[in-house]
């Protein structure tokens, strides 16, 4: 059973780019959410997706956005950089049901815009 | 608004003696609280839930304990290792799809 694999691992951007940062789910798993931990922070809820289908969405501004593809794997884009975009991303692949379900988390991508 | 809080950044206890890390909350609507370990470099690994219908729930050296008048958890370690030390997060969700996660308490187990 492979876990959730994050890409890069770390990334340096400037002011105004734009980011793709990529998740494969766990094998069984049919639901991806993404994170963004900034430093001396727990991490902050992004969005979910489930189906292709965005199914939850923190307070995040549209220039975060998401895909998920056939596999279940994940991409999160952030457009018009910002130094405040500085952070751990991280993803977390679950099989999707009601309830509480844990997750399994990837080690993340550590992206610096400068 | 953070709706989960852990108010002690870090915590250390001697080799086998008892961890207790707390979490509060603000939303009454949660109904499953989840405890993550992280070490540095690594993504956070769930160790232990809870649903908002019990008030306890033990798995091996790890119980969690859930007081929904007081909007209060927290985690028990019994005995501490050295191994536990690292970074615990507490989180919530209503319905699975959002989870929302304390600021985290950084345990230190000393042998």
């Known amino acids: 059973e492979t876990g959730v694999t994050q890409s890069p691992t770390h990334l340096i951007k400037t002011r105004g780019q734009q980011v793709t940062l990529r998740c494969s789910s766990q094998s069984g798993h049919n639901t991806v959410s993404w994170y963004q931990q900034a430093l001396g922070q727990g991490p902050q809820f992004i969005f979910q997706y489930y189906r292709e289908e965005e199914n939850g969405r923190g307070n995040f501004p549209p220039r975060f956005s998401g895909l998920q593809f056939p596999n279940y794997s994940s991409e999160l884009n952030v457009n018009a950089l910002e130094l405040d975009d500085s952070a751990l991303y991280l993803c977390?692949?679950?099989?999707?049901?009601?309830?509480?379900?844990?997750?399994?988390f990837g080690s993340g991508t550590r992206l610096t815009v400068v | 608004d953070q709706q989960v809080k852990q108010n002690s950044p870090s915590l250390s206890v001697q080799e086998g003696r008892i961890s207790i890390l707390n979490c509060d909350y603000t939303?009454?609507?949660?109904?499953?609280f989840l405890w993550y370990k992280k070490y540095p470099a690594e993504g956070p690994t769930f160790l232990i839930s809870i649903s908002s219908i019990k008030d306890k729930n033990e798995d091996g050296r790890f119980t969690v304990f859930l007081n929904k008048s007081a909007k209060h958890l927290s985690l028990h370690i019994v005995p501490s290792q050295p191994g536990d030390s690292a970074v615990y997060f507490c989180?919530?969700?209503?319905?699975?799809?959002?989870?929302?996660f304390g600021t985290g308490t950084s345990l230190t187990v000393i042998p």
């Open positions: 977390a692949s679950s099989f999707y049901r009601t309830g509480g379900e844990s997750g399994t």
């Open positions: 939303n009454s609507m949660f109904d499953y």
């Open positions: 989180a919530a969700t209503q319905g699975g799809n959002q989870f929302y």
